[in-house]
């Protein structure tokens, strides 16, 4: 599975999963970092600026009482921290074996707010962060191996089970139908468009695509689908049919999944061949 990670201030992206909208994170992991008081004088102002003087000159824990803002510059002011530092605990969060020093984070929005140097050099932040970068891509290659594994046994548990039930088929590739309806058409070949409905189902239920939720049939050209079983399947049926495939990984999206459909999925496909359009 091919992922690139990219560090920011406002969050971490991949290619195949979105990240966690920061309004999503729970307000007590914020309220957990402010509640920190700093009474150092060493935390005081001395940037000639004279609102991030005055800002420089509180504690924390002042922070803390400020009210719900009415004004829009502090309005905005407060939902870009909020999000920056939601964004900042989530992405610190994920590094396997980093342990997250709230008091550093805060004593880092403090100096750059401040106009101070940072304690580490350009070329030094560079290379903190190109570690960093690395022990989350190792950690997210862990996880998806561990879930691809996962997933692989339980597909194989649950094809094992199906293929001796009631009226299931399986083709020599390793494909599981069920005629749910025979039709009395033709059948069509790899390079034809077919007219279909269908619903795909994940084998915990959710339903992850589906032409009745749309509300319209969909054209198809056989030899363009990605999913070997959906196109193995299609050519089974006859015009006018109705059968649901088990779809194993190997025939489906494989070890490296989809953006919604994790890796080694099995897939359960219900399809209704409409019509053969040439």
């Not at 920056?84 to 969060?93: D, G, N, V, W």
């Amino acid at each position: 599975m091919c992922v690139s990670c990219t560090i920011s201030l406002v969050g971490c992206s991949k290619t195949e999963e979105p990240s966690t909208p920061a309004s999503t994170t729970p307000r007590s992991s914020i309220d957990a970092s402010v509640s920190i008081s700093v009474s150092s004088p060493a935390m005081a102002s001395s940037t000639s600026n004279s609102d991030a003087a005055s800002a420089g000159t509180m504690l924390l824990a002042d922070f803390d009482e400020l009210p719900k803002p009415a004004e829009f510059g502090a309005q905005m002011s407060y939902v870009y921290g909020y999000a920056t530092m939601a964004s900042a605990l989530r992405i610190l969060a994920q590094g396997e074996g980093v342990d997250t020093n709230i008091g550093y984070v805060l004593k880092g929005v403090l100096d750059a707010g401040n106009g101070r140097n940072s304690f580490f050099t350009d070329e030094e932040t560079r290379e903190l962060f190109s570690q960093f970068q690395t022990l989350l891509i190792e950690t997210l290659h862990a996880k998806v191996t561990e879930l691809a594994s996962n997933n692989l046994k339980l597909s194989q548990e649950f094809l094992a089970r199906n293929a001796s039930a009631e009226g299931v088929f399986c083709t020599p590739s390793g494909l599981q139908y069920k005629v749910l309806t025979e039709g009395t058409g033709f059948r069509p070949h790899v390079n034809d468009t077919v007219s279909v409905d269908y619903q795909i189902t994940l084998l915990n239920g959710t339903v992850i695509d589906s032409t009745y939720i749309r509300g319209s049939s969909d054209t198809l050209n056989i030899s363009w689908l990605a999913v070997e079983g959906f196109k193995e399947g299609l050519q089974l049926m006859p015009v006018g049919s109705k059968y649901r495939f088990w779809i194993s990984p190997d025939l489906g999206y494989g070890v490296s999944g989809g953006s919604i459909i994790e890796p080694n999925s099995l897939l359960i496909v219900d399809v209704e061949l409409k019509a053969i359009i040439n």
